[in-house]
């Protein structure tokens, strides 16, 4: 087998990262917290938008640019307990009886990400203007 495939399968096999991470800016404590369902990536995106200075997060971009990048570290608060069955690419969230289940996983897993969000941005209360989050309205 080739090395290319190796790879492909070795990726294909690796468990699923999601979690909660937040980019904390050193020189004035500020945080910002979001949630990923691909940690291994988070910081990487993050990272990547901020120096091109299009983050969706204003604050923050403001402060990173005017640093220079300097200064913030990225933490991953708390991983998601996935199923055992979840693989870094949900080719194995399977759909045999076609019902359509591998869809309501893929949301069992988004909600519950988001109400591990929830739970850090009230346990370290981020939001603005001592943290980089603005605080949602209720639905």
Known sequence: ????????????????????????????????????????????????????????????????????????????LEELRLDDSVRHDYKDIADPDGTGSNRLVAMGYRDALRKLEDKWLARLACYEPVGYNRRRRST
């Not at 492909?8 to 980019?23: D, L, N, P, S, T």
């Not at 800016?25 to 910081?43: D, E, M, T």
């Open 1 to 76: 087998m080739n090395r290319r495939k190796e790879l492909q399968q070795e990726y294909g096999a690796m468990k699923r990262q999601m979690g909660v991470y937040q980019i904390v800016n050193q020189r004035n404590g500020k945080r910002f917290i979001n949630s990923s369902n691909s940690l291994s990536a988070a910081w990487q995106r993050d990272r990547f938008v901020l120096d091109l200075g299009s983050h969706m997060n204003k604050s923050l971009q403001a402060e990173y640019s005017a640093s220079g990048g300097e200064g913030f570290e990225f933490e991953v």
